[in-house]
């Protein structure tokens, strides 16, 4: 089983000066909240390479157990068809950073009254992380904040809608 490392933060435009890595377009929505569960397409806005994962991933803030893994299209469409909720679409970019790091950079539901942009950074170790500096870029740390939690936000803005 994998561990993710990771911290997250509120920004508000994606980064003019780091090197672009990759643009991508991404939906993802939730079978299960209990072991979060979640199925995503994600699609290079380059190449039109499109992946698709189930990710489960364990309670937790800076450090989760996760295990993703690849499924085929076909698999995607028929959980997708299970999930009698609207999929979280993301505007993804991601950008490398010093330290071998790379900057994954998000508009969450874009054009919607509850869009809002964050950033997240995964790291190797605790370590790491804990040694990171926060940039003026990376406004405001809400990697402790459930509210910022995707399982939490789907939560809130497709179930407890109907």
Not at 102 to 110: A, C, I, P
Not at 149 to 159: D, E, I, S
Request: aromatic share 12%; charged share 40%.
């Amino acid at each position: 089983m994998g561990k993710e490392i990771e911290s997250k933060f509120l920004v508000k435009d994606f980064p003019e000066n780091l090197e672009l890595l990759g643009e991508y377009d991404v939906e993802q929505g939730y079978t299960s909240l209990n072991i979060e569960t979640r199925i995503r397409k994600k699609v290079n806005k380059n190449t039109g390479e499109t992946s698709y994962k189930i990710t489960f991933k364990s309670d937790g803030d800076i450090l989760r157990d996760e295990v993703e893994i690849p499924i085929l299209e076909k698999d995607y469409y028929e959980l997708k068809e299970m999930i009698e909720y609207e999929f979280i679409t993301k505007d993804y970019k991601k950008y490398k950073l010093n330290d071998n790091l790379v900057l994954e950079v998000s508009v969450v539901d874009k054009g919607t009254s509850t869009e809002f942009m964050y950033a997240e950074i995964e790291f190797k170790t605790l370590e790491k992380q804990k040694n990171f500096e926060q940039t003026e870029y990376l406004r405001i740390d809400v990697t402790k904040d459930k509210n910022y939690k995707m399982k939490n936000y789907w939560k809130a803005t497709r179930l407890n809608k109907k």
